[in-house]
């Protein structure tokens, strides 16, 4: 008798010490709000983040009230005058655009800085809460070693009984409770991970742009030297400089034309050879893999619409960057303007339709060949001062055209 009582004791001093962790365990899991950890940080962060918003939104209105006076500036006549007002304002606005970007560039980067200390405290949460579960399971498991007599006979009372019975009930509503919770961890932690590579992206887009930017600047600032060089800062001379522009944008528009229906013609007559490969319907694809358009076809913002209509879309991208033929067809004309010209590269293709990429700063096809939708055909240019760039550039870029039986057209229209 002595040693059953004994031994009765000793599973009561078992189960009492099991109960204490399991208690403690519960406390720590209703409490848990309170013991978070790196919040100064993220308050930091956000502090910081919302202080860039405000910067953004500031310099923004100053981009906004630059981009209205060079709008009213070329509504009026073009004079010399006009011109270098037009000219320092657009530098002036290429710097604040580039201060813009660094503040974007900044706020992505505390963006990622957050997320990261975010994804690192729901790691924590989880093993936190892992452990919980561990204990709760390993009480649940002793518990469950112990007859409905023995538990009888370790307390004093029905009641008692009874309250242990409903303890462990608690406890199992607690491991619900907790995998639940583990679950919508991991899925939210899932979702961070993957807003941080998007924010990653985008720091790399941003840092791209901020070079094509400076690149801009670098321009606008080689074409103000180029007009004072040009006109010695005479009124006679800048007309006759806009003058000679326009000469010249039109004798490479007649050209084109010209060359278009010469080439049609030619592949027609070619059309018995057994070589021959005929043009099927057009579908254009995007030359370059970026999409981000800074001068549309006849923009009433194009910066030389004095000189001429642009019959194109400027697609922003690093010097140098590949061109892919937007659909199948034929070399119709390369133009190689070299350091001070324009150069070009005109495809002919089905429907009527033909596609001309300006400033090219390199040109890999050569004249008359078939070319594969996709085939690479040469290298972006723009940059003022390079091969091909000509003098009317604004920076990095590929001039973009679509012609409808030698017409120009809106690309737009005719891209997915």
Known sequence: ??????????????????????????????????FTFGADSVGEMNKKIEKNKDDIDSLNKKLGIYQQKITEARKQTRSLKSE??????????????????????QKTNLEIQKITLAIDEQEKEIKKKKKYLEEFIRLIYKNDQVSHLEIFLMNDSFSQFFDHYEYLENIQDKIRITLNEIKNLKANLELQKSTLEDKKKREVELKEELDIKKGELGSKSLEKETVLRETKRSELKFQSYVEDLKKEQAAINNEIVSLEKKVREELEKRKKEEKFKSLG??????????????????????????????????????????????????VGQIKNGGRKGYSYIMLIHGDGLSTVYGHVSAIQVSLNKYVNKGDKIGLTGGMPGTVGAGPLTTGPHLHFEVRKNGIPVNPLDYLP
Request: charged share 20%; proline share 8%; net charge negative.
């Open 1 to 34: 008798m002595y040693y059953l009582q004994l031994d009765t004791k000793i599973k009561r001093v078992h189960f009492y010490l099991a109960a204490f962790v399991a208690i403690f365990f519960v406390i720590a899991f209703i409490f848990r709000p309170f």
């Open 281 to 330: 319907s057009a579908r254009l694809q995007w030359p370059i893999p970026g999409r981000q358009i800074t001068a549309f076809f006849h923009d009433p913002e194009y910066p030389y619409r004095h000189i001429f209509e642009h019959p194109a879309i400027d697609i922003r991208s690093p010097q140098a960057t590949p061109i892919l033929a937007a659909e199948a067809g034929y």
């Open 84 to 105: 270098l007002t037009i000219l320092d304002d657009e530098i002036e606005k290429n710097n604040i655009d580039i201060q813009i970007t660094e503040k974007q560039i």
